[in-house]
């Protein structure tokens, strides 16, 4: 078993176990973040960025998790504090985050298609907010994420493949340890 952990204002583990070979348990990984949301000219800076205050409020907490195996991926998102019974979009972006929303890029494409942004290629966790403005979206996929190639979650302020960036969480995504 692999590990890392990286402590502040990110917690976040990597782990990585399995076979390989004939017979041997299948190569498995997981991967937890969490973090709470600052705006970026905060005094000190967080890894989850919100643009939009009204919708993403200062200290609302995100945790994403990732989870693979040779058959494929699932990925989690969660999210407290945020405005109360909203429709959000939220993707796995390229790049990591930064003051400027365009920071992430693109959204991370399983194949790289720019005339095919849909749910089915992408990661989408899409959600809506309690009365609380708790929400929860998990997305499972045959395929797992391309090493180095996303670096976020990006949530959107309405569902779907478009929207504005209202805030930004970059994530330490893994990728298959084959």
């Not at 998990?138 to 504005?164: F, N, T, Y």
Request: with cysteine.
């Amino acid at each position: 078993m692999v590990a890392a952990m990286v402590t502040g204002a990110l917690a976040a583990a990597v782990f990585a176990a399995g076979g390989g070979g004939a017979g041997a348990a299948a190569d498995c990984y997981w991967m937890r973040a969490e973090a709470r949301f600052a705006p970026p000219t905060a005094f000190v800076p967080s890894p989850a960025i919100t643009y939009d205050m009204d919708l993403v409020p200062a200290a609302a907490s995100i945790a994403v998790a990732q989870r693979g195996d040779d058959s494929g991926m699932t990925v989690e998102l969660s999210v407290e504090g945020l405005a109360p019974g909203h429709a959000y979009g939220a993707h796995v972006h390229q790049k990591p985050c930064g003051a400027d929303p365009q920071a992430a890029g693109g959204h991370y494409q399983h194949v790289v298609d720019p005339q095919r942004a849909d749910a089915g290629n992408e990661v989408w966790l899409d959600f809506t907010t309690t009365t609380a403005g708790d929400g929860r979206a998990a997305v499972r996929k045959a395929w797992g994420l391309r090493a180095g190639e996303a670096g976020s979650v990006v949530i959107h302020d309405m569902p779907g493949g478009a929207g504005e960036r209202v805030a930004c969480f970059s994530v330490p995504f893994t990728s298959s340890p084959r």
